[in-house]
């Protein structure tokens, strides 16, 4: 088929590599355009970009589509189908009707559950067993089209939403090549209308690990912010990330370090702290980080940030 791909992060990439090599023609790829970034605050352009132009393709990154000439250039493009994911903006509606058969969504969640910015952060966070990703015919609603082909996974105990991030990419690039190889001719099925939950974006504010939680709610929290932005807690006055954790034995007052390997009590049960970083320094199993950072027995985590 004739596809013009939209894409912006890491997480489209293995998206749009897998439809070229299926052989399909993308006639041109959109993305956002480059931003500041890193030290030097040099313009860096996006995951998808670099992979496009390593491929050949024809990239466009406008800012916006309020100019028309904009909207006349992508309908110009003839595509049979347009195929969305993670791109960053929002597609007028004459856009969404320009291909033959629309423009498809991937999006990283089982629908009507968790639409919106932050579906897979949010579903290790909630304590979901299971996830997924959606094809859907997209519409002018946010995430509310009728679905083509659902994919499901297990969120697993050791998920962080990094490695639930590769892992759904990954199906979302199998379930639109089953898509496109059928062009696009699966009946869509309307999503239900209970079960609707929004995936907000996930804000910095709310990083911070709540030792009085439970161990396995601080476990999720910690999971679904690894790696960004990080879930973090005080540390004898320091700011320090915990990037993974797991769900241990032992019981005490709520942010109190119980053992010599960072076992730290929770509101009720307790989790060990197993990968770390303090600022300006790498992430660090948790043996090398007691090494340059030794946290005694009895210290208690947590309290007001400088």
């Not at 006639?27 to 352009?45: I, L, T």
């Amino acid at each position: 088929m004739k596809v013009v791909f939209m894409g912006t992060p890491d997480f489209s990439v293995p998206i749009l590599e897998g439809i070229v090599a299926a052989g399909h023609e993308v006639c041109a790829v959109y993305c956002q355009p480059p931003r500041p970034a890193g030290r030097g605050k040099k313009d860096r352009p996006s995951a998808v970009q670099v992979a496009a132009e390593k491929l050949g393709l024809d990239v466009r990154y406008p800012v916006n589509f309020k100019d028309a000439t904009d909207r006349a250039a992508f309908a110009a493009l003839g595509a049979d189908v347009g195929v969305v994911v993670a791109y960053g903006l929002i597609l007028p509606q004459d856009m969404l009707d320009a291909p033959v058969k629309g423009c498809l969504n991937i999006h990283a969640s089982l629908l009507p559950r968790w639409r919106g910015a932050a579906p897979i952060h949010r579903a290790i966070m909630a304590g979901d067993r299971e996830t997924g990703v959606c094809v859907m015919q997209m519409e002018a609603g946010l995430d509310t089209g009728p679905v083509l082909e659902t994919v499901r996974t297990d969120i697993l105990a050791r998920d962080t939403t990094a490695v639930l991030h590769d892992r759904l990419s990954l199906l979302g690039r199998d379930a639109i090549l089953d898509v496109l190889a059928d062009g696009v001719s699966a009946d869509a099925v309307a999503q239900a209308g209970d079960g609707v939950v929004y995936a907000a974006k996930i804000e910095k504010a709310e990083a911070e690990i709540d030792w009085s939680r439970s161990a396995a709610e601080v476990d999720r929290h910690i999971r679904g912010l690894s790696p960004f932005p990080g879930a973090w807690t005080m540390i004898d006055g320091q700011r320090v990330k915990v990037l993974m954790s797991v769900v241990a034995d032992g019981a005490g007052d709520a942010g109190v370090v119980l053992n010599d390997a960072l076992r730290v009590a929770c509101g009720g049960g307790s989790v060990d702290l197993v990968r770390l970083q303090r600022a300006g320094k790498g992430a660090m199993e948790t043996a090398a980080f007691l090494q340059g950072f030794p946290v005694l027995t009895g210290a208690r985590l947590g309290g007001a940030a400088p």
